[in-house]
């Protein structure tokens, strides 16, 4: 199983830009297809954006053109860099392995705080 572990997550003031990462450990991580998720206050988790093993990407529709999916295999580390920040985009983001069907595989991790406002 992976064990995964989210950072980046800081204040930001409106149209602000932050770089999430998620460093993965405990099995091989270029197998696994990815995601990011977050959880605002109040809010159902939801799922940001994903990357396939073979580094296809896809978006919600809330963040498309603003936020890009990385990852980088020989680190066993996936990024989210987060521009045009909104103050919508508050909340705890989370990464996890996928099954190809979307389902999360692994265990949550403690994630990381994204805090937009002035």
């Known amino acids: 199983q992976v ?5 980046g997550g800081n204040l930001v003031q409106p149209g602000g830009s932050l770089r999430l990462s998620c460093a993965a450990s405990g099995s091989i991580f270029s197998m696994y297809d990815m ?10 988790r939801e799922l940001v954006a994903h990357i396939t093993e073979g580094g296809s990407t ?3 529709d ?7 999916i990385s ?6 580390t996936m990024y989210l860099q987060m521009n045009s920040l909104k103050a919508e985009d ?4 989370y990464c996890n ?8 595989t692994s265990r949550w991790g403690q994630g ?3 805090t937009v406002s002035s």
């Open 90 to 93: 508050t909340a705890v983001y």
């Open 112 to 114: 990381t705080q994204v």
């Open 35 to 44: 995601g990011w998720y977050r959880q605002a206050p109040g809010k159902q």
């Open 71 to 76: 990852r980088d295999n020989t680190k066993n």
């Open 58 to 60: 896809n978006y919600a």
């Open 3 to 7: 064990q995964l572990v989210e950072s």
């Open 62 to 68: 809330s963040v498309r053109g603003r936020f890009t």
């Open 97 to 104: 392995t996928r099954s190809p069907g979307g389902e999360v």
